[in-house]
């Protein structure tokens, strides 16, 4: 497991490609809440916004995960320790005022750039409330 990439994955690295071209802006495998030690993806700060671009092995993707043979018990609850970890994350978001975008490795990274940006645009805090004129 060492040697899996935790980061700069081709699915990761395809949307922020996309993100960037989009105009937006972020950091890269970062933990958007002072002490949680659990980095995400790519973070918005000041739209409060963490992307998880899950793998589907890891996470267990409903349409693409599997069910490995050899050592069958262990994955299991590995795969079902992230997906608790993964709930929890969320939950610490949300009572934190951010939102968890959650997006597949298998998802189209066109639609998933396009979703993240309308998120973004509408969490976005407008230019009067930080203080400057339109």
């Not at 994350?89 to 975008?101: M, P, S, Y």
Request: positive net charge; hydrophobic residues 35%.
């Amino acid at each position: 497991m060492q040697l899996q990439r935790t980061r700069d994955t081709a699915p990761e690295v395809a949307l922020r490609r996309l993100l960037h071209a989009d105009g937006l802006r972020y950091r890269v495998d970062r933990s958007p809440l002072r002490g949680v030690r659990r980095r995400a993806d790519l973070v918005f700060g000041p739209a409060r916004v963490a992307v998880y671009v899950d793998g589907c092995f890891w996470h267990g993707c409903p349409q693409h995960g599997t069910r490995p043979t050899a050592n069958r018990e262990w994955w299991l609850e590995k795969i079902n320790t992230n997906k608790a970890r993964d709930a929890d994350t969320d939950r610490q978001l949300a009572a934190a005022g951010w939102l968890g975008v959650r997006v597949w490795e298998h998802d189209d990274p066109r639609s998933a750039a396009d979703q993240i940006r309308a998120v973004i645009i509408h969490r976005r805090p407008s230019r009067t409330a930080r203080g400057k004129v339109e």
